[in-house]
């Protein structure tokens, strides 16, 4: 007999709109606490609330709901985008490519965690259905096509998306990305017996060289977290932010929103001398899993970036039985200091058949470079061979 089931798509053109109990349901599988904290409603709605994810800002939720018989079923997360800034899966040539055709690439519709390169899911649903993930990616080209937008754009997807992604005729791109494993390490020490003999005196040195001048490191976490440490990274923040990409996208007031609604996920590192904090690294905390976020300091000393983003990390991991740590987006200098190559991967609806054919063809190119470069890039790493 056929389902008779009543099937409704709404859009929320706010976070807020969604109640947080129906999205971390839905984001956990059911659990209704994520796995992933960037997939938690708190971190979506700290991000709105701040007024860094908004229309203002370029980021005008438009998130897809689905429910049957008024039982929600099916969320993904979506924006309606005046720009590529804050997504780290780069299509400015596209964008470029369509407008010198006459044509118009923004706006677009883009499913992401917003300035958050880790990898999470994006269709998500209360027992994995692949139905229910088939209609949120036809929901989304509907809308597309609603809104006039030039295309949709998933970004940091999992393998399991990618496969349901293709299957409905999206095109699909991989990158690269540095993370550490576990292997049941008892110690920092015991990791560096797996790396090569000039590789282990390497980070001892790096180690050592970052916490001289007596340089000291600490883990801030939970109920321990001030404003007074919010305040010292988020001059850490600006500083890096300022100089690498001219203005940064999270404000001061996030920080603070986010410390009152996730503090318990929150690992936040911190260097200080003898004048008090000169630098410090945010993190978040999954079940299995640290992500490295954001970095910066007020003082310049030599190797204590690969001590407080990756060291540190590696400790915290190894400390609290965690499998692996996801240090950010790009940095093949990650390679030396025990991170490995792992594909990362984006799934893309182009309205426009000339420009999907053109990128259709790139992407195919750019895959099997991907998988060449990471096939490179393994025999580098500095763990021992056999």
């Given amino acids: 007999m056929a389902d008779q089931s009543e099937i409704t798509i709404a859009i929320h053109p706010s976070t807020a709109s969604v109640p947080a109990s129906t999205w971390n349901t839905l984001a956990s599988g059911g659990s209704g606490n994520p796995d992933n904290p960037f997939l938690d409603h708190a971190f979506f709605l700290a991000l709105e609330e701040a007024g860094c994810a908004t229309a203002r800002t370029g980021w005008q939720p438009q998130h897809i709901l689905i429910s049957r018989d008024d039982e929600p079923t099916g969320l993904m997360p979506l924006f309606l985008k005046s720009h590529s800034m804050g997504e780290y899966v780069f299509d400015h040539a596209w964008a470029d490519a369509i407008e010198r055709a006459g044509g118009r690439y923004y706006p677009k519709l883009q499913s992401s965690v917003p300035f958050t390169p880790a990898s999470a899911p994006k269709l998500l649903t209360l027992d994995g259905s692949t139905d229910t993930q088939t209609l949120l990616l036809q929901a989304a080209q509907a809308l597309a096509e609603r809104l006039d937008a030039s295309s949709v754009h998933a970004t940091f997807v999992t393998a399991e998306e990618e496969a349901i992604a293709a299957g ?4 699909v791109r991989h990158d690269t ?10 110690s920092f020490e015991d990791f560096l017996e797996t790396l090569q003999s000039r590789k282990r005196k390497a980070i001892r040195r790096e180690r050592r ?15 321990d977290l001030t404003e007074a440490h919010w305040d010292a990274f988020y001059a850490f923040y600006m500083d890096t932010g300022s100089r690498k990409w001219g203005r940064p996208y999270l404000n001061r007031e996030f920080f603070s929103r986010i410390s009152a609604a996730m503090a318990d996920r929150i690992v936040l590192m911190l260097a200080r001398d003898d004048s008090g904090y000169i630098a410090g690294a945010l993190n978040f905390l999954g079940k299995d899993t640290l992500y490295g976020r954001n970095w910066g300091a007020v003082r310049d000393v030599p190797f204590l970036h690969f001590e407080l983003c990756y060291y540190q990390a590696i400790d915290f991991a190894i400390a609290h039985g965690l499998r692996r740590v996801e240090a950010g987006a790009q940095g093949q200098h990650k390679l030396a200091r025990g991170y490995a190559p792992v594909t990362t991967r984006s799934i893309h609806h182009l309205v426009h058949p000339g420009l999907r054919r053109a990128v259709a063809d790139y992407l195919e190119d750019e895959r099997r470079m991907v998988v060449m470069q990471n096939e490179e890039l393994a025999e580098y790493t500095p763990f021992r061979k056999g």
């Fill in 209 to 223: 060289d970052a916490l001289a001048e007596g340089i000291v490191c600490e883990w801030v976490t939970g109920g």
């Fill in 168 to 171: 409905a005729n999206w095109l």
């Fill in 177 to 186: 990305q540095f993370h550490w494993r576990n292997d049941g390490f008892s």
